[in-house]
């Protein structure tokens, strides 16, 4: 699952930098430190072999989960700023979109994920880690939208 991650990181981080209007982007240095800064905590905590306390476990999966929701909104909205054709759209609009969009993926993968489940589950099972799991991606995207929607500067925007 992590090469996977890491290529559709790797791939739209490389399709942004290569437009000029991503480079236009206020903070698109910091967007890219984000997206790798994604990538490397993912690769870390997926990879990781040690067993640690519960407690522990579920702690450091909601804080990924967290920043993996904000994250790809971001990228998102980041990727409908570079990439729209209309000179306006309304700022709310785009980030509800995009948690929609990436709420609808992020269902669609915990049923994928059951493909590759050492826990033996059927295909169509929400377990309860796939329950705290879209809870935390529900959570994080209704801060996401909040945030834009009360705080328009976070939006992603050009230089100027």
């Given at each position: 699952m992590v090469v996977g991650y890491a290529l559709i990181m790797w791939a739209a981080t490389e399709l942004l930098n290569s437009n000029k209007n991503y480079k236009l982007?206020?903070?698109?240095?910091?967007?890219?430190?984000?997206?790798?800064?994604?990538?490397?905590?993912?690769?870390?905590?997926?990879?990781?072999?040690?067993?640690?306390?519960?407690?522990?476990?579920?702690?450091?999966?909601?804080?990924?989960?967290?920043?993996f929701t904000t994250i790809i909104i971001l990228l998102f909205c980041i990727l409908a700023v570079v990439f729209r054709k209309q000179k306006e759209?309304?700022?709310?609009?785009?980030?509800?979109?995009?948690?929609i969009v990436f709420n609808v993926i992020g269902f669609i993968n915990e049923f994928y994920q059951n493909i590759f489940s050492t826990n033996h589950v059927g295909l169509w099972t929400i377990t309860d880690e796939s329950k705290l799991d879209l809870t935390v991606n529900l959570i994080s995207s209704f801060i996401c939208v909040g945030l834009v929607h009360f705080q328009p500067k976070l939006f992603p925007s050009k230089r100027g």
């Open positions: 982007l206020a903070h698109y240095k910091m967007y890219n430190a984000l997206f790798i800064g994604l990538l490397i905590v993912t690769t870390i905590d997926r990879s990781r072999k040690e067993v640690i306390p519960a407690i522990w476990e579920f702690r450091i999966d909601i804080c990924v989960h967290f920043l759209s309304s700022k709310t609009k785009i980030v509800l979109l995009a948690a």
